[in-house]
T-cell receptor, first 118, second 113 residues
Framework: DSGVTQTPKHLITATGQRVTLRCSPR?????VYWYQQSLDQGLQFLIQ???????AKGNILERFSAQQFPDLHSELNLSSLELGDSALYFC?????????????????FGEGSRLTVL | QKEVEQDPGPLSVPEGAIVSLNCTYS??????FMWYRQYSRKGPELLMY??SSGNKEDGRFTAQVDKSSKYISLFIRDSQPSDSATYLC????WGGGADGLTFGKGTHLIIQP
């Protein structure tokens, strides 16, 4: 158990709909990352938050948004869903904000939320 | 050309064999290199973490980085059926994944009892 909790584990919805995925990081971790994993693209970095502030952005679509709340949990909002959005969405957390002096590099991943868009 | 290339496998070897897993990359800014292991229906978990070039050993696992060739390897000695999983290489220019880790697509490894 990594200590990172993601809900829901499975979600089935229709095209055009909107869903919210939730992540609770490990106790004490300030950074939260969102990744999308699909068979053809592998694990793709979407976005990172550090202590409530957006810190880095990857291949996140404009239809997607995220935020990190004062209690450090994070939500990923996916809207106007398309068939191609079907994937595993992982949340990861770490204590580090960057640099080897922070013991950087270790991300703790949750078990993912499997989204199926029909 | 993708930033990180990794053979998806599957790679099937008998128990006890030495396994070699590899990734190549194109971004010379990468200086933090990691190997993650992912079991079916689970999230990835960090196995090895190295900074810059060189070797690092941890039990049955050895990670090698050759920045001049842009090539990283993970060796597993005395492989066990419990090592059967997908192995993902990951790398970043800044530690802590501050720019987000770039992952290979993963190699599916099967250790036959």
């Amino acid at each position: 158990d990594s200590g990172v909790t993601q809900t829901p584990k499975h979600l089935i919805t229709a095209t055009g709909q909107r869903v919210t995925l939730r992540c609770s990081p490990r106790s004490g971790d300030l950074s939260v990352y969102w990744y999308q994993q699909s068979l053809d693209q592998g694990l793709q970095f979407l976005i990172q938050y550090y202590n409530g502030e957006e810190r880095a952005k990857g291949n996140i679509l404009e239809r997607f948004s995220a935020q990190q709340f004062p209690d450090l949990h994070s939500e990923l909002n996916l809207s106007s869903l398309e068939l191609g959005d079907s994937a595993l969405y992982f949340c990861a957390s770490s204590v580090a904000r960057g640099g080897p002096e922070y013991g950087a590099g270790e991300l703790f991943f949750g078990e993912g939320s499997r989204l199926t868009v029909l | 050309q993708k930033e990180v290339e990794q053979d998806p496998g599957p790679l099937s070897v008998p128990e006890g064999a030495i396994v070699s897993l590899n990734c190549t990359y194109s971004n010379s800014a990468f200086q933090y290199f990691m190997w993650y292991r992912q079991y079916s229906r689970k999230g990835p978990e960090l196995l090895m973490y190295t900074y810059s070039s060189g070797n690092k050993e941890d039990g049955r696992f050895t990670a090698q980085v050759d920045k001049s060739s842009k090539y990283i390897s993970l060796f597993i000695r005395d492989s066990q059926p419990s090592d059967s999983a997908t192995y993902l290489c990951a790398m970043s220019a800044w530690g802590g994944g501050a720019d987000g880790l770039t992952f290979g697509k993963g190699t599916h490894l099967i250790i036959q009892p």
